[in-house]
């Protein structure tokens, strides 16, 4: 039997979304709930195209209070395509710096850790490929924004 191969990561495209004033929606049944609207931005990269508002990410603060994040949202291309964006994953640190994100404050992402899952949908026939891909992400967080690389694991 031959080995398994070892899966690597190669930079795909980054993305930069725009966002609007945190809800919070206090404590729900599944814990502390906050939507963040996302409000707009760019993917530039495999593929070009603008974020769209009207999306958001529905995060879930633990106990331990890492931010679970479950954020959906579309982009459209030059052309008139749409690509579906859903990312999930995990932003933690210590309190302070959490805290700090929260009010704005500029952190050095090396203080906190934030990786997600991308997951790509589009019925664009040349951006068919985006679906047969496995996406993750290093992100950063900032008064008005996120921004991330994803990587395709090849």
């Not at 190669?10 to 996302?38: I, K, M, Q, S, W």
């Not at 994100?101 to 090396?110: M, Q, T």
């Not at 951006?127 to 921004?147: G, I, K, P």
């Amino acid at each position: 039997m031959s080995a398994l191969a070892v899966p690597g990561l190669e930079a795909a495209f980054e993305v930069e979304a725009r966002l609007g004033p945190l809800e919070d929606h206090g404590t729900t049944r599944a814990g502390h709930r906050r939507v963040v609207p996302v409000v707009g931005g760019r993917v530039t990269g495999l593929f070009e195209a603008d974020i769209l508002p009207g999306g958001a990410d529905w995060q879930l603060v633990r106990p331990d209070g890492a931010i679970e994040v479950d954020a959906r949202y579309s982009a459209r291309t030059a052309d008139g395509g749409h690509v579906y964006i859903r990312t999930f994953g995990v932003r933690s640190g210590r309190p302070e710096i959490l805290e700090a994100l929260l009010r704005g404050d500029a952190v050095e992402p090396s203080e906190y850790y934030f990786r997600l899952c991308v997951r790509l949908e589009t019925s664009v026939p040349t951006l068919a490929v985006l679906e047969q891909c496995v996406f993750v992400a290093s992100a950063v967080r900032e008064a008005d924004r996120v921004r991330y690389t994803a990587y395709r694991i090849t």
